[in-house]
């Protein structure tokens, strides 16, 4: 006989799991940024490491379009490394600290080597420059098919609003939703909510009537920043 607290968290395993499959559903049709952002990239793992990188403050389509120039540019560690931190800044602006970025992406270039192979765990991936924890989920999710969770801004603000979490910090939320939700799920959860954000559940202003989850959701009220 299962305990009163398996019981509990099956229960809330199976709510959560719902609910995001109606998310899923209800943001496929409107198209949002991330799904075609992510369908650009997928090509090779460096494509994706840094076009991940790329992404960090700012929208999607200029990150599609800015790793789109550099890459016609550049499309190997060894080719992408011989141009100067001033062309890859150029070639990649406006996305949000291009020339940090750019600095970051040269010296992982060159830390890859004439190999250019991507590191396939998440420390060897924190070891590499720019590149944070999200990124590092993001990359193992999206380049390997890795069980990961990216907790961006996105993923932070919509799982709090909806009861799933109550961290503070994005490790701890990412904590609380792998205990959530079952592991052959993880993967899903930044995309599907990156994309409720951008469409329905946003930051001001949220769509709370057109959101499936509007009679459950304890913030389907809030009209403020959760």
Known sequence: MRSSSTAK?????SR?????EAVRRAVAPLAPPVS?????IRSTPFRILVSVLLSARTQ??????????????ADTPGKMALLSEAEIARLIFPVGFYRTKARHIRAICRELGGGGRVPQTLDGLL???GIGRKSANLVLALAFSRAAIAVDTHVFRISRRLGWTVGRTPVEVEKELKGLFPRRK???????LVGFGQTICRPIGPRCAECPL??????????RNA
């Open 9 to 13: 968290k099956s229960r809330a395993e």
């Open 16 to 20: 959560a799991v719902r609910q995001l």
């Open 36 to 40: 075609s952002f992510e369908a650009s």
């Open 60 to 73: 999607d389509p200029v990150t599609e379009k800015a790793a789109a120039r550099l890459f016609a540019m």
């Open 127 to 129: 070891r590499l420059p």
């Open 186 to 192: 993880w993967s899903e959860v930044n995309q599907v």
């Open 214 to 223: 509007e009679r459950e959701c304890p913030s389907s009220i809030v009209t």
